[in-house]
């Protein structure tokens, strides 16, 4: 079943059309990889997607629902969570608060309940505490819990992003290279967790990664865009032999590898 649809999508930034007429589905419960060469345009989707780019034409369908009739900040809401390239996070807050950051929005409490501190917030406060606890537990970050996110070695940062967006209990994850700066022992390990969340959570899982070894290990299907395009779209395997995809990525292919960077 589909869970999220791009129709037609486009968009322009001047004379540059860094999406251009880009169409794919993805299925409930799939691991979906959007790759590219640099400026492909695959951020653009993603900023497309949780409503911080405005597109020039196309629908992004998601549950059924025309997202781009909503607001940026009920994107959320709507079950569709996301990291970053560059890590957002708030580097000089504890890992919980930063896991918490957000959340406020669940809590669903007026001006005379937070007056009040009346118990239906209190329960809520605590339900959204125990949620961050338990992704902290999955992610192996709770011994870390209350230290700063700075003082964290940077695989382990990315790993605080993630669970940001895990908190929300999304349906739907963005991951943008999550595998970017890590070792391969960290993106191995990163691999396995993106197909627990999506085992045993049942989270479809959107990724963007440049890491081809990551992404043949954990993709079931792959849209490759080009110059705002897509150029092709398959297995692993069938898109590493496509010529329209090697070509693309010609300049970036490793010796002997048979694939991309
Ligand atoms: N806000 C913006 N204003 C102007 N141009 C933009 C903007 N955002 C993206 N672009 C341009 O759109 C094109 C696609 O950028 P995008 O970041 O989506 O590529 P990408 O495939 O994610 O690249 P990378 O793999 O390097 O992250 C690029 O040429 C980029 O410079």
């Given at each position: 079943m589909t869970i999220l649809e791009i129709v037609d999508l486009s968009i322009n930034f001047g004379g540059l059309k860094?999406?251009?007429?880009l169409s794919f589905a993805v299925n409930e419960g799939q691991i979906f990889g959007l790759i590219g060469p640099n400026g492909a345009g695959k951020t653009t989707v993603f900023n497309c997607i949780t409503r911080y780019y405005q597109p020039n034409q196309g629908r992004i369908v998601f549950g059924g629902q025309n997202i781009l009739d909503i607001r940026s900040h009920d994107v959320i809401g709507k079950g569709i969570a996301r990291t970053f390239q560059n890590m957002e996070l708030?580097?000089?807050?504890t890992v919980l608060d930063n896991l918490l950051v957000g959340q406020h929005c669940h809590l669903d409490t007026n001006v005379f309940s937070e007056a009040l501190s009346l118990p239906v917030k209190k329960r809520k406060e605590r339900e959204i505490s125990e949620k961050a606890q338990k992704v902290m537990e999955l992610l192996g970050l709770s011994k870390y819990a209350r230290d700063l996110v700075l003082s964290l070695p940077y695989g382990m940062q990315k790993m605080v992003e993630m669970g940001r967006a895990l908190v929300s209990e999304p349906k739907l994850i963005l991951l943008d290279e999550p595998a970017a700066g890590m070792n391969p022992s960290e993106s191995k390990e990163l691999s396995s967790l993106i197909k627990r969340l999506r085992d045993t959570r049942g989270i479809t899982v959107l990724v963007v990664e440049h890491d081809m070894a990551m992404v043949r290990s954990i993709c079931d299907e792959i849209c490759v865009m080009d110059f705002g395009r897509k150029i092709a779209q398959g297995s692993a395997d069938e898109i590493c032999r496509n010529p329209q995809v090697i070509e693309a990525y010609l300049g970036c292919e490793e010796e002997g590898s048979g694939c991309f960077r």
């Open positions: 860094a999406v251009d007429s708030f580097k000089s807050m």
